[in-house]
């Protein structure tokens, strides 16, 4: 992988883990769904900014991953980009104050492993 793919990658990785970041924040100021307020929630999605900023993130996300796409197999992008899962939890647990337990953390490693053996060039 070329230095102009690895950015493509990280830029698509961390616009999506920022994507995560501002859809969690705005999911707290929502409150809990419940068959009572399904609508009135889907409704105030518009009307919160952490939402739409992370609904954006996702986007240009997006937009660098389908750029990675012109330049890489995806065999290759498919499972790099799941590097999202990996600073997803590491983001919960060190902003939100989510818990880790040993089990996510050998799957996060499997991630990891996994990742590494796929972009691995001879």
């Known amino acids: 992988m070329s230095l102009q793919e690895f950015s493509l990658l990280l830029m698509s990785v ?7 970041f ?3 924040a705005g999911a707290l100021k929502l409150g809990k769904v419940n068959i009572d307020n399904t ?4 409704l105030s999605i518009i009307t919160i900014p952490e939402l ?10 997006a937009v660098a991953y389908i750029l990675l796409l012109t330049r890489v197999n995806l065999s290759i992008a498919g499972p790099s ?11 919960g647990y060190f902003i ?8 996510r953390l050998l799957g996060l490693s499997f991630i990891m492993t996994g990742v590494i053996l796929v972009v691995w060039q001879k």
């Open 39 to 42: 609508i009135s929630h889907i």
């Open 14 to 20: 961390l616009a999506s883990v920022a994507g995560q």
């Open 81 to 91: 980009v799941s590097l999202v899962y990996v600073f997803s939890v590491l983001l």
């Open 22 to 24: 501002f859809l969690k």
């Open 96 to 103: 939100f104050r989510e818990t880790i337990p040993l089990t």
């Open 52 to 61: 739409l900023i992370g609904l954006t993130c996702y986007g240009l996300g």
